[in-house]
């Protein structure tokens, strides 16, 4: 069984101090930054080295395209999500997208990269920004299906991401907590909207570190509110949560890495991701040893379901995909 804590590591290899951390099986899953990746090659032989300490942990990215995308030399450079709504044939392109990063992210033997975005570019936010799809929560959610339909091809689930939407708030989270003022009625009737049309389609969701002043006085991802009466009371969700990660500012406003994994996941997450901060990590597994907590099963269905295959450039599909997007200015 997995746990309910994901971690990183500082370098492009394990160390003796990493695979000790690895071990403990309150340790679910792992995700990898610019700073673990030097080549495809590289990648797959760190996770083979991770699956062969643990078969069982979740290999995590961030590759969304545009800004974020952590795997770079070596692999594609896809574009921002907001300059594909901007094509005649945006839909086949992300379906097209949503297929080239799911294959090339499967094939070094991750499991899934946290995307897509559904928030909403509202020309507020700098940190969600060309993120999105569209600022229209019907046209967002119509790109976003496409996506997930070319993740869900490939073998990857989709994670939609920041629930119920941080496009709102001006706030880096990162850096600060967020707040976004308005009525529970307004979030619904727009920024919910994607999570809300894509529930069925989603595998997974990742709650924003802002608060919802009118709603709760909590992060949504430390909300039974949101998690649980409205995620998934109200729009029926049945997938996976994850934390985003605890180690950001807007996370800091329950305490330490351990107050803040138990906190998550009394609110409803499955797993906590703990990033960046070592010392943090080890504050969260500590809390997950104390309270012994099981991660649930439904974690499973996260693992990549595609062919790690290192020949997937020769395929007609990728051949296809490549060429749209080039055709369409959207690669180099």
């Not at 800004?67 to 594609?76: A, H």
């Not at 996941?265 to 012994?292: F, H």
Request: hydrophobic fraction near 45%; aromatic fraction near 6%; glycine fraction near 8%.
């Amino acid at each position: 069984m997995q746990g309910s804590l994901m971690m990183d590591i500082a370098g492009t290899w394990l160390t003796a101090e990493d695979r000790q951390m690895l071990r403990q099986p309150e340790v679910g899953g792992l995700i990898i930054f610019a700073r673990n990746i030097e080549s495809p090659r590289q990648v797959r032989e760190l996770c083979q080295s991770i699956r062969a300490l643990r078969p069982d942990l979740l290999l995590a990215v961030d590759q969304e395209g545009g800004r974020v995308q952590r795997l770079r030399q070596g692999f594609l450079r896809l574009p921002a999500m907001r300059a594909i709504a901007d094509n005649d044939n945006a839909e086949v392109l992300a379906e097209h997208c949503g297929w080239l990063m799911a294959t090339e992210v499967l094939a070094v033997g991750l499991d899934l990269s946290f995307a897509p975005v559904l928030d909403l570019d509202h020309q507020r936010s700098a940190v969600v920004g060309s993120r999105a799809f569209e600022g229209d929560p019907q046209r967002a959610a119509t790109l976003a299906a496409a996506f997930i339909r070319g993740m869900h091809q490939a073998g990857m689930a989709a994670t939609g991401k920041h629930f119920p939407g941080h496009g709102w708030a001006e706030a880096d989270s990162h850096v600060a907590i967020p707040l976004d003022e308005r009525c529970l009625d307004d979030i619904r009737a727009c920024d919910m909207q994607p999570f809300k049309h894509l529930v069925h389609e989603l595998d997974a969701v990742m709650p924003a570190h802002v608060i919802y002043s009118q709603v709760d006085q909590h992060p949504a991802g430390f909300s039974r509110r949101w998690l649980q009466d409205i995620l998934r009371g109200e729009l029926g969700f049945e997938g996976v949560i994850f934390s985003d990660d605890l180690s950001m500012a807007g996370a800091h406003v329950v305490g330490d890495a351990g107050k803040r994994i138990e906190a998550a996941l009394a609110a409803g997450c499955d797993m906590g991701l703990v990033c960046n901060d070592r010392a943090s990590a080890e504050l969260a597994l500590s809390a997950l040893q104390r309270l012994r907590v099981t991660a649930p099963a439904r974690l499973e269905r996260m693992r990549g379901r595609g062919h790690a295959t290192t020949e997937y450039r020769q395929a007609p599909r990728w051949l296809t995909a490549v060429a749209a997007l080039r055709a369409a200015q959207l690669l180099d």
